[in-house]
């Protein structure tokens, strides 16, 4: 298990709290990653394509031996959230998933890594800080004896970047050893590692949805002070937390008005060409708090239009563009709104005693914004864990043998090796002859024959290892029961 024990090597003296810069994690990204997984497919792909018949509700044990700074990690959650395994490392499937997203910014470096400038290409840097939050930044970092968020790598490239213990190399060899190893507990400790992974990359992308990590924009970050003050964080996610919690995340936005997702590739969830990723959406329609267009002087007989074109001229980002018409009139007494074509506050504005025109996201501003926001992001969600797990295969009985077979519904295989297995009634897990290269393998059809596996077998399954179609890595996995 030495492969689990590095996957899980998370900085175990590090707290979960020292610098909130994602979706809350014990509320928001656990209440974002159930919703997703209870509207993705994975219930039914765990139970018909790896045999576990509970699905997302199977335990899962990791023994504490295997995974030390794990579970030091989670003794750091509260139990009655769901996603503390017990005394004998055991919890549900489900809760395994859950957990990865409520750790993957543990260590707090580990969070530099979650930010992406979609139209840039660039990942975090504290360039939106003024000199004096920049030292302020690194004193708190130097009491803390820790290196807080500064920079990092776009989130995209953290997921690929065979460094991230739970990024998607990780993810990628945990799934295959679930399926090939020798002994049940050892792929249901795998499976579980596996989904720690998943659990993971959703974090990262999920953030996607905050505006201030599209925008780089770590100053919002350090607009909240918590109990102490060197527990920094971000008002924008801290509402999303109030306003939802965990349980009233909302489900995955659907009918007409919901942009369909498409993406092909892990990259294209994040950004695409044609602006079809969460972080394009995201940044294309919202404003963080540091990037609204700066304050204008309001001198008499500026009309809207005058007003609307210097305010182009101070924004940080061409989108969104401030609105042509604005009203002047309700400004100069109270705050005025924003709102967009789908009739959602973008921001607020009022004329100040200084006669400037001055941006703001106001409660009510936030909380409609999130309303919008999380049900893209769950969407999102649920198509990505359909991704990773997007590899099926069928054991049909053929003569002489078995024929495997990838279904209709399934993804379209491209090269690869192709290993089969069969169990025997303690569930030991033996290979099924030797693996077969595969060239290619287009849904509803036959990639390969193989020999009937022993009298005394329990159940048989396949596991492919290579690329999609369009030369995408993945694990292609079935199962069929015999007795």
Aim: proline share 7%; hydrophobic share 45%.
């Amino acid at each position: 298990m030495r492969r689990f024990v590095t996957i899980c090597v998370l900085a175990a003296a590090i707290g979960l709290t020292a610098t909130a810069s994602a979706w809350e994690a014990e509320t928001t990204h656990a209440g974002l990653t159930e919703r997703a997984a209870l509207h993705a497919g994975l219930h039914a792909h765990l139970r018909d394509h790896l045999g576990l018949e509970l699905g997302l509700f199977m335990p899962l044990i990791v023994p504490r031996a295997d995974a030390p700074a794990l579970f030091r990690v989670l003794a750091a959650l509260n139990p009655i959230h769901g996603y503390v395994p017990d005394v004998n490392g055991r919890m549900l499937a489900l809760a395994w998933l859950s957990v990865g997203s409520v750790i993957a910014d543990v260590p707090v470096a580990h969070a530099a890594h979650h930010f992406f400038h979609p139209a840039t290409g660039r990942g975090l840097g504290d360039q939106t800080l003024g000199w004096t939050e920049r030292l302020g930044h690194r004193l708190r970092a130097t009491a803390l004896g820790a290196d807080l968020v500064r920079s990092g790598k776009p989130a995209p490239d953290w997921l690929l970047d065979p460094a991230n213990p739970m990024g998607f190399t990780s993810f990628i060899a945990q799934y295959e050893k679930a399926v090939s190893a020798s002994t049940a507990g050892e792929r249901r400790r795998h499976l579980a590692a596996a989904l720690l992974a998943a659990g993971a990359m959703l974090h990262v992308l999920q953030d996607m949805g905050s505006p201030s990590h599209v925008r780089n924009d770590l100053a919002a970050h350090l607009d909240l002070v918590g109990t102490d003050r060197f527990d920094r964080g971000s008002r924008f996610e801290r509402i999303a937390a109030l306003s939802h919690g965990r349980l009233g995340v909302p489900a995955p936005s659907t009918g007409p008005s919901a942009a369909p997702i498409q993406a092909t590739s892990l990259r294209a969830f994040f950004t695409t060409p044609e602006g079809t990723g969460l972080a394009d959406r995201t940044a294309r329609r919202w404003f963080s708090s540091h990037t609204l267009p700066a304050p204008v002087r309001v001198r008499a007989g500026m009309g809207s239009t005058e007003i609307a074109q210097r305010l182009r001229q101070g924004l940080a980002h061409p989108e969104p563009a401030p609105p042509s018409r604005l009203d002047l009139e309700t400004a100069r007494t109270r705050a005025a709104r924003w709102v967009d074509s789908a009739g959602v506050c973008v921001a607020s504005y009022q004329i100040d005693s200084k006669d400037r025109l001055v941006w703001f996201l106001d409660d009510p501003c936030v909380n409609e914004q999130v309303a919008t926001i999380l049900p893209v992001v769950t969407a999102y969600s649920a198509a990505f864990l359909d991704w990773l797990f997007r590899g099926t295969l069928a054991l049909e009985p053929a003569e002489g043998g078995l024929a495997v077979m990838i279904p209709e519904t399934g993804a379209a295989l491209g090269t690869g090796t192709l290993t089969l297995f069969w169990d025997d009634e303690r569930g030991a897990r033996t290979p099924l002859g030797t693996p077969i290269n595969v060239t290619s393998g287009p849904a509803g059809q036959a990639l390969t024959r193989a020999p009937a596996p022993p009298a005394n077998a329990q159940a048989v399954a396949a596991l492919f290892r290579g690329v999609d179609s369009t030369g995408e890595p993945v694990v292609a996995v079935g199962y069929r029961a015999l007795r």
